[in-house]
């Protein structure tokens, strides 16, 4: 069974620039997480989609946003973008909602912002 | 305000001794913990978690003991191995403001084994 995939896996971005990034859970999984990781800060959450609705959120400002779609792939946008938004942004999965259910991580996209 | 902590960066650990991964945490409402772990370039892999109803939970080489009374957590690796080398990172869950479960991670320790 293919993992979860995120693309890209890297990007460079210049400030004030708005991106996109995508994440395809593994086939059959219907959550989807995203997090925001950096040195100083660990990983942070940013927001939960389940059957295209957003349950989750973190603490965030409204530059970050998401949207999943009905076959669950998700997508997550970043406007204005800050030179504090270099980080690695990392995509979860799961086969439901719930701690019950084990989170399955992508690699990763690692976007510079310049 | 960083709920979950792992004040240690860094650990290194000769080869077949144990590793012990530290985590404290301040917020009372966290019901379950998690670790995982992190090669590079890939994403964090879960590892083994532990409901706030016990104080130990084991699984093989890794122990997880969760203290309750002193917000503490700790991942007990016995016999270490090369290929423990990686980022440790230690999660908690409780309810967010959305009434859904939301993990909250720490900032995670870089475990080197020496051979």
């Known amino acids: 069974k293919a993992g979860v995939t995120q693309t890209p896996r890297y990007l460079i971005k210049t400030r004030g620039q708005q991106v996109t990034l995508s994440c395809s859970p593994i086939?059959?999984?219907?959550?989807v997480s995203w997090y925001q990781q950096t040195p100083g800060q660990g990983l942070q959450f940013l927001f939960e989609?389940?059957?295209?609705?957003?349950?989750n959120k973190g603490n965030f400002p409204g530059r970050f946003s998401g949207r999943q779609f009905s076959n669950s792939r998700s997508e997550m946008n970043v406007s204005t973008l800050e030179l504090g938004d270099s980080a690695l942004y990392l995509c979860?999965?799961?086969?439901?909602?719930?701690?019950?259910?084990?989170?399955?991580f992508g690699p990763g996209t690692r976007l510079t912002v310049t | 305000d960083q709920q979950v902590k792992q004040n240690s960066p860094s650990l290194s650990v000769q080869e077949g001794r144990i590793s012990i991964l530290n985590c404290d945490y301040t917020n009372s409402m966290f019901d379950y913990f998690l670790w995982y772990k992190k090669y590079p370039a890939e994403g964090p892999t879960f590892l083994i978690s532990?409901?706030?109803?016990?104080d130990k939970n084991e699984d093989g080489r890794f122990t997880v003991f969760l203290n309750k009374s002193a917000k503490h957590l700790s991942l007990h690796i016995v016999p270490s191995q090369p290929g423990d080398s990686a980022v440790y990172f230690c999660a908690a869950s409780a309810l967010s403001n959305f009434g859904n479960e939301k993990l909250t991670f720490g900032t995670g320790t870089r475990l080197t084994i020496i051979p």
């Open positions: 989609y389940f059957s295209e609705t957003q349950r």
């Open positions: 979860a999965s799961s086969l439901g909602q719930g701690i019950g259910y084990e989170q399955y």
């Open positions: 532990i409901s706030s109803i016990k």
């Open positions: 086939s059959g999984h219907r959550s």
